[in-house]
């Protein structure tokens, strides 16, 4: 295993010069967000994907040699749906058609080097697209202790493509990242190997891709590309090729499927695990036996049916408390100032200059005192993003989602549409937005009746002033029994339309759990620094103009 210096990490050249534009692709829990936050820091734009409420990152690198535009795709599994699963989420279905438009100059495919074999499914498909690509290899470290080795060489001769070990959280392998990324966007210079399938699949495939040309010249794409997907039955590649591809399929896939005794999926699946075993075999070999990790033996605790539930509910009460204690020290801070310079500074302003009572009343009590009020929000929402991104770092709010899944199967969803019920104690705005990323329109709907039952940052200053007025020795126990009461509705809630008007079966939850690993600082307070200025920017706006008004 080649330490990341050996691959140029040390040297100053970057690559060749110009401006480009790099999809970051990967798993969930790979690294992605940290590489993304490393390269553009505080130089990030959140906004919405095309068409979706789905929240969308892309931030800029610049250097001697050029600035690259950075795209944070959705952390997924797969760029299809999974064998068994009914349609695929709404994550996976944007990070496939961003993939293959034709603005990514390169991708950027980080996988997690202790878990190599399962990342490298992704990785199969992103080579089937024929676009520019470089794997960043990532937790070498991680890599080492589980006893691994790797032979960067012989991975990057398996997946055709340049190949760079890093440790993303210290920042190791970037300058040797950045240099491939520009080299490859510069040379356009796509993978140069192939997934392989059955040998009767493989003679299918090449009697059809002579019928798709026309259309794969036309959308920019591989016929081959083309001709997987739309054996797999993949709703884009039927998108393009109309008419033509369905009956392509009518033609093909029965007769395949009988012969071969599988759906015709299950057999693309097969052949892309084969790939990644095939790769994982050429490139890994295994030093010692893993050890057991501090991960596993935490788990055996915190999931626990009887001690998970307490370690939860004391988690909450500390967020609360860190919350409340510290966000609460700053509020008339920000009150004051606001006041000072937004309410009485703009009216000493305008009356200096003669502006009439009205104006002085329009700009100064209401656009000043709707500044006034989301400034006395900004320390405790601050606050509170601030212990959502320590505890999501730490590897906790999977397990939060996981512990939750029973009781959210009681309502009818699946574990994972607890985890925009957990935003929602942010602001119900990005919770009622992060519920289209479950997999069914009737999950997405529920969730969205319920997040609102799930008390807001804003709601925590009313609840926090509430508290110290009426009940200045127990305020913190009010205020967490406010929270659980609206826990409490959303749960019956649920309940409700569970069985009156959105019925329905649960589908299955399926989740990584990310190993522990203690939070670094910087992407803690940068994460919680770009969810609080979305949410000034976002609903700040919004209440804003309703004072005003």
């Not at 093909?252 to 990644?276: K, M, N, Q, W």
């Not at 522990?516 to 920017?537: E, G, I, N, Q, T």
């Amino acid at each position: 295993m080649k330490d990341c210096c050996s691959q140029g990490d040390c040297g100053r050249d970057s690559g060749p010069a110009g401006d480009f534009t790099i999809g970051i692709a990967g798993n969930p829990n790979c690294g992605k967000t940290t590489l993304f936050n490393s390269l553009t820091g505080s130089r990030q734009r959140v906004g919405n994907w095309p068409g979706v409420t789905v929240e969308r990152k892309s931030g800029l690198y610049r250097d001697g040699s050029g600035t690259l535009k950075i795209i944070d795709l959705p952390g997924v599994y797969t760029l299809g749906v999974l064998p068994g699963l009914e349609e695929e989420s709404l994550d996976e279905r944007l990070a496939r058609n961003h993939i293959m438009d034709d603005d990514l100059d390169v991708l950027v495919n980080i996988v997690d080097a202790s878990n190599l074999e399962r990342n490298l499914y992704l990785t199969a498909q992103l080579v089937e697209t024929g676009r520019p690509m470089v794997v960043a290899l990532n937790m070498m470290d991680a890599a080492r202790q589980s006893g691994l080795n790797i032979d960067i060489d012989a991975l990057a001769r398996a997946l055709g493509c340049p190949v760079i070990p890093m440790v993303a959280s210290r920042g190791k392998g970037l300058v040797a990242l950045l240099r491939a990324v520009r080299q490859v966007a510069a040379s356009g210079q796509a993978p140069r190997v192939r997934v392989t399938y059955a040998p009767l699949l493989e003679r299918i495939l090449e009697q059809m891709q002579p019928q798709l040309e026309p259309a794969a010249r036309t959308h920019g794409v591989l016929p081959r590309w083309l001709a997987v997907r739309l054996f797999e039955g993949d709703d884009l590649a039927l998108k393009m090729t109309g008419e033509a591809g369905a009956r392509l399929r009518r033609q093909y896939v029965p007769a395949a499927e009988a012969e071969l005794g599988e759906d015709a999926d299950i057999l693309i699946a097969d052949g892309r695990f084969s790939f990644a075993h095939a790769v994982t075999r050429a490139a890994v070999t295994r030093t010692r036996q893993a050890e057991r990790r501090l991960s596993d033996s935490l788990d055996r605790l915190v999931l626990s049916r009887f001690a998970g539930p307490f370690i939860f509910l004391g988690i909450i009460y500390l967020m609360f408390m860190f919350t409340i204690n510290l966000g609460g020290v700053f509020v008339d801070f920000f009150d004051q100032t606001a006041a000072a310079i937004f309410v009485d500074g703009t009216k000493a302003v305008l009356g200096a200059v003669g502006a009439p009572l009205w104006l002085k009343v329009l700009l100064g009590d209401g656009l000043g005192g709707g500044i006034q009020v989301v400034a006395t929000f900004v320390p405790i929402i601050g606050f509170l993003y601030l212990f959502l991104s320590l505890i999501e770092d730490s590897g906790y709010m999977a397990r939060a989602a996981f512990l939750m899944d029973r009781l959210m199967r009681v309502v009818g969803l699946p574990g994972k549409a607890f985890v925009p019920l957990i935003v929602g104690f942010g602001c119900n705005v990005p919770a009622i937005m992060s519920a289209r990323t479950l997999d069914r329109e009737r999950d997405r709907i529920m969730t969205v009746m319920m997040s609102p039952f799930m008390s807001c940052g804003a709601r925590l200053t009313v609840y926090a002033l509430f508290a110290a007025a009426f009940f200045p020795r127990n305020g913190t126990n009010i205020v967490f029994a406010l929270y659980l009461i609206g826990i409490l509705a959303a749960i019956a809630t649920g309940f409700l339309l569970k069985h009156t008007l959105l019925k329905g079966e649960t589908t299955p939850f399926l989740m990584e759990l990310p190993p522990y690993r203690l939070p670094r600082l910087r992407d803690v307070a940068l994460a919680a620094w770009v969810k609080l200025k979305s949410f000034v920017f976002g609903a700040g706006k919004i209440i804003i103009i309703v004072i005003t008004v």
